[in-house]
């Protein structure tokens, strides 16, 4: 059994901390039971479940630390694991940084936990492959595509006398789908802390239609466009911008954030007023635990407010190097959108690129967040308010910052790998090159 109950994790963590002779300890203990389906060519080709534990122990002596992991956990095994913590910890090196455990932290209750998803069935995974294989089969396309769902816990407690624990479960779906004749490609994602919320005939049928759309792609100029960005576009460029929300990179002159005479970007307007990013570990569509890794509590923040920077992420020891409190860093991020649907941005779009999802991102600039990739699996062209035809593949040149700064619309509001991303419309975005890969 790989979920522990909260009691059942406190009263192994306790008996092993029983064991420690260090200056301070802390133990993290996880478990999770996981399952899975993978198809391709219009068959399922693998199907699994795996079931782990893992304990880790950090013994410290002053700003010596040593950490050793065991997946066995009676009295015996306990006591090792602690004994190597700490026989590790006297052969370490001194850590400048180092920063002791937390004492007892106030935690919200988390709600990442859904039971159906705990309970999924390999009938369920069964049936999700059925619901891409036997429509693509049917519209000659075909499909490949991977379900992978999890329910797991995690606990730390610490010398100290903090005690944390959380259950989550996690539902991710991927599908791409190829027309037979090799013109066409299709794909989506979907991602849930609740298995009823996904809707897996939908998630098909989007991507048939995206492949079937897709067909014999005509090549058009590269250049300055308007485009239409799918959250799941979108969100691959906006993902280098998050990382960019940490203080020390940006105090060091090693990010964006980063200002002039060592300062940071705290406060300064940097995009479209209009745009409002925050974290929530509450929010009912993203929730996640409500505390880190370290044992902080992690609450609803924000990160820009009206275009402007309104907090960057501090850890516990560059908090203390500049005399601030601690922000931690965020385990979702939910921009704020409006009421637009696809349709609705199409419709109002006299000219303009559709980009279903990017790919091969690699950095150009990281002074400038400027980034270089290619579109894939669906790129349309709209004219007067309607999608004209499918064009070939770009090659983009385009910085977050830069999109953020040139927004006409922000759309509906869509779940992405654990965040919320709205559908953008974006001015003068720039694709550089044609690429013939489907």
Sequence with gaps: MAIYTKEEARKILEKALSFSKADTCEINLSGYNSGNIRYARNTVSTSGFSSNQSLAVQSSFGKKSGTATIDEFDDASLEKVVRRAEELANLSPENPEFMEPLGPQMYDESISFSEATANITPEYRAEVASSSIVPADAKDVTAAGFLNDSAGFSAMINSKGLFAYNQSTDVDFTVTMRTNDGTGSGWVSRDFNDVTKFDADEAAKTAIDKAVLSREAKAIEPGKYTVILEPAASSDLLRNMFRSLDARSADEGRSFMSGKDGANKLGEKIVDERVNIWSDPLNPEVPTATWNGEGQPLKKTTWLENGAVKN???????????????????????????????????????????????????????????????????????????????????????????????????????????????????????????????
């Design 312 to 438: 960057l992420a501090y850890d516990r020891f560059w908090a203390k190097e500049k005399g601030v409190d601690p922000v931690p860093f965020p385990t979702n991020v939910i921009m704020a959108g409006g009421d637009a649907s696809l349709e609705d941005l199409i419709k109002s779009t006299k000219k303009g690129i559709l980009v279903t999802r990017l790919w091969y991102i690699r950095s150009v600039d990281p002074q400038t967040l400027l980034y270089t990739g290619l579109t894939r699996d669906g790129t349309f062209y709209i004219e007067n308010g309607k999608i004209k035809y499918p064009v070939k593949n770009f090659r983009f040149n385009e910085s977050p910052i830069i999109m953020l700064n040139n927004l006409e619309t922000l759309g509906k509001q869509v779940r992405i790998n654990g965040n919320l991303i709205p559908y953008m419309k974006v001015r003068d975005f720039t694709f550089t090159s044609l690429s013939d890969a489907v």
